[in-house]
Nanobody, 117 residues
Framework: QVQLVESGGGLVQPGGSLRLSCAASGFAFSSYAMDWYRQGPGKEREWVAT????????SYADSVKGRFTISRDNAKNTVWLQLNSLKPADTADYYC??????????WGQGTQVTVSS
């Protein structure tokens, strides 16, 4: 059974940092590229970052480029998103997923990030 468990969110001041984690199980994690998405209050869910299955290729949305870093450890079935220089506009629920899983309609519970002074 596929399971994605996001954690690491919280309340942080503008300019602060957080490290989000996503623990995956129930599928061949090392075979899939992994994505992070976010959904802000009253907004559609948007793509944030992608990392290839071997971790060698990464890509970011323009809104987070230079501030966020995606990484993974296939031995731990875990993908991370390091959030630096946070802005109030980064306030959102953050989710990880893989394309093939997303296509099935499954999403984890997400982790909430609030950037506020």
């Amino acid at each position: 059974q596929v399971q994605l468990v996001e954690s690491g969110g919280g309340l942080v001041q503008p300019g602060g940092s957080l490290r989000l984690s996503c623990a995956a199980s129930g599928f061949a994690f090392s075979s899939y590229a992994m994505d992070w998405y976010r959904q802000g209050p009253g907004k559609e869910r948007e793509w944030v970052a992608t990392i290839s299955n071997n971790g060698r290729l990464v890509s970011y949305a323009d809104s987070v480029k230079g501030r966020f870093t995606i990484s993974r450890d296939n031995a731990k079935n875990t993908v991370w998103l390091q959030l630096n220089s946070l802005k109030p506009a980064d306030t959102a629920d953050y989710y990880c997923n893989a394309a093939t899983i997303k296509a099935s309609g499954y999403w984890g519970q997400g982790t909430q990030v609030t950037v506020s002074s």
